[in-house]
Each structure stands twice: as C-alpha cells, then as structure tokens.
C-alpha cells in the first residue's frame, strides 16, 4: 500500500514559482514510477509530468516542458514538481500518482495510488 500526500500549492501571479512535494509512505516506494496531474474545473484530469523509479526516465506535458521539472528523492519518499514562469492555464489542482507499471505515463488509469490533491492558483 501506498500512501500519497500533496503539499505547495498556493496563489501565485503569472511568471512566479511553485514547487509542489508528494510525501509517500508505504514500503517500495523506490520501486514506483509517478506521475502529476492536474484537473481544471469542468476538465478532464491532465498529464503533467511523469518519472520513472531511477529518476532517469522523465516525460512532460508539452506546455509544461522548459518550464516544469520532476524530480525525486527516494531517501526521503519526495517527489517534487518545480513549476517556473506559470501562467493563469496552469491554475487547476494538482494531484501526484504512483504505480508499479507504467505504460505511456500520461493516462490517469495506469496509476493505483493518488493524493487528495493541491490547488495552485495563477493569477493574470
């Protein structure tokens, strides 16, 4: 079992900073991949970024990408999206996910474990 909870968020004006932690408990937890999302009111649920296990692996939404960063520090059970130059179609809730296979990493399904979710609030 794994267990996620999300922490960062905040109100933020365009072009500012925001990074975003997910503290896992739960053994193995080096041993997952995870990933971000957000969901914007009356949205579907969206990939931002994922990371494989090693860290060595990582993929981002195109909007996000030279912008955002995943990152992870398995000794301490944190992964992390370092947000930069935000913009106001970034605001929306932002959740981390984990799983034991990943496939494409940017479809919520292929996820088993979820966070209850950060705000982050761009404003223009």
Known sequence: QVQLVESGGGLVQAGGSL??????????????????????PGKEREFVGGISWGGITRKY?????GRFTISRDNAKNTVYLQMNSLKPEDTAVYYCAATQVV???VVPSEYDYWGQGTQVTVSS
């Open 103 to 105: 496939r494409s990493f």
């Open 61 to 65: 939404l195109d909007s996000a990408k």
């Open 19 to 40: 990074r975003l932690s997910c503290v896992a408990s739960g053994r193995t937890f080096s041993h997952y991949a995870m990933g971000w999302f957000r969901q914007a």
